[in-house]
């Protein structure tokens, strides 16, 4: 009975127990699972608060990752495009600074006689492709005659017919005993011309005298203007530009009347506008550009003793008022230095100048010194009032001036003559001496009817 209740004892404890066991660890289970959940959940908001830390300073790079790209757009706004090759060039030097001395001193060493040797046989080249030979006609022009008798009607009686001749043209006619010729010698070509044709008119028509002599020399120097247009038209379609202003073409003929240290003017210009095509062609430059800068280079030398100023700068101003391209303007303008370098064809025509004018005979510096004392006196002598027209002949030892009758007495041409001796002995140097004619004419005519 004991052991019994013993039994039933020691089993309801059990019972008890086992129950009281599992009671503890349902327990104990669901503080755990409470626990664990909580740990959890306070690492989900510390890695929240975390998230949010890195969202604000992403935000805050991103911000100014915004504001320093619109701050370099609007830097980069006001860089011009020759701004910023400047600095790409520069950082490029700078980065490649040794590559660069390296290949500098490369190219220094072995490319610079390489190079002059390529511009030795470019001129070489273009010299040789263009063989005009120089101009001889100077100081004088011949005249073939038809037969020595019409010299002695040139001369006329006493000599009347060839002293009229020489004061109406301002020109000496040199008549020797050369068959069939007659040699006019004046140091300005436009006078010779004119002569010459003169001449030739009178001897076509016969009658030699005086009045008809002054009728021919009006007509030979009215016939001037369609040979100066001629010229300028035939030096325009030898050089191949067709598209010059018709005016420019008449001062290009006007051209042909002047020299250069004996070099005549217009030829000159031509040869230039072949050589500096032909330096354009093999330089890769424009060629049109370079042909006409040359053909043009001299233009204000067709009216530089009418206006004031170098020809280099007269020539300027005709190119811009007849709207010339401005590259063509440039191309000319530095052929003296007066203006720099802007253009490859600005260098073109400067070396077709010196190549033209260094020629072996093409210029020749004592005939043009003689020729500027010349123009000189004539110079002097139109500077006074009353002054119609002057002639230096006898190379230079003689100055014959016309004045005008209304606006000269003959007591004031004395004071005149006298004045402009004393201002060329003052002014000029010569040799031996120069004598001072002034001229008073006075001419009545009446037409009856």
């Known amino acids: 009975m004991n052991s019994l209740v013993l039994y039933a004892g020691a089993l309801i404890t059990g019972v008890l127990v086992g129950y009281g066991a599992k009671v503890v660890l349902s327990k104990i289970r669901k503080n755990s699972l409470d626990f664990v959940i909580e740990r959890m959940q306070f690492e989900l908001e510390k890695k929240q608060e975390e998230a949010k830390c890195l969202l604000r300073d992403a935000e805050e790079i991103l911000f100014q990752a915004e504001k320093h790209a619109h701050i370099l757009r609007s830097e980069a706004a006001q860089i011009t495009q020759a701004d910023a090759q400047v600095y790409i060039i520069a950082k490029a030097e700078k980065e490649a600074e040794q590559d660069l001395i390296s290949r500098l001193n490369k190219f220094a060493r072995d490319g610079a006689q390489a190079l002059e040797q390529k511009a030795r046989d470019i001129l070489v080249t273009s010299i040789h ?6 101009q001889n006609d100077v100081v004088t022009t011949n005249v073939e005659l038809p037969s020595d008798d019409i010299k002695g009607k040139i001369i006329g009686k006493e000599g009347r017919n060839i002293r009229v001749f020489e004061r109406l043209a301002g020109v000496e006619l040199l008549i020797d005993e050369s068959p069939n010729m007659i040699v006019i010698s004046s140091f300005d070509p436009l006078r010779r011309h004119i002569a010459k044709t003169a001449l030739e008119y009178l001897i076509a028509d016969g009658r030699i005298q005086p009045v008809k002599i002054e009728e021919c020399i009006v007509k030979a120097q009215n016939d001037i ?10 030096a325009v379609q030898e050089v191949g530009l067709y598209t010059l202003d018709p005016r420019l ?17 217009l030829q000159h210009s031509i040869e230039m506008a072949h050589i500096a095509g032909m330096l354009a062609h ?37 190119l811009s008022k007849f709207g010339v391209d401005a590259c063509i303007i ?3 303008q530095a052929h003296h230095e007066e203006y720099p370098y802007e253009t490859i064809e600005s260098v073109i025509v400067q070396v077709a100048d010196a190549i033209s004018g260094g020629r072996p005979g ?15 006196l004539e110079a002097i002598a139109n500077s006074f009032v009353g002054i119609e027209r002057s002639f230096a002949l006898q190379a230079g030892r003689e ?3 016309f004045v005008t009758p209304e606006d000269v007495t003959e007591l004031m041409a004395r004071s005149i003559a006298r004045d402009i001796a004393l201002r060329i002995e003052r002014e000029l140097r010569f040799p031996g001496e120069i004598k001072v004619h002034v001229i008073r004419e006075t001419r009545v005519i009446e037409v009856a009817r």
């Open 362 to 376: 093409a210029r020749r510096d004592t005939v043009e010194n003689y020729l500027k004392r010349l123009t000189q």
């Open 249 to 265: 073409m008449i001062l290009l003929g006007r051209l042909h009347f002047r020299t250069s240290y004996g070099q005549n003017v």
């Open 129 to 134: 492709r263009l063989g005009n030979l120089p």
């Open 282 to 318: 093999e330089l890769k430059g424009n060629v049109d550009v370079a042909k006409a800068g040359a053909l043009l280079h001299d233009i204000g030398k067709a009216v530089d003793h009418e206006v004031e100023g170098t020809h280099v700068e007269i020539g300027r101003r005709i």
């Open 330 to 332: 440039q191309a000319m």
């Open 225 to 234: 203007e369609e040979i100066v247009r001629k010229k300028g038209e035939a």
């Open 399 to 401: 100055l014959r001036i």
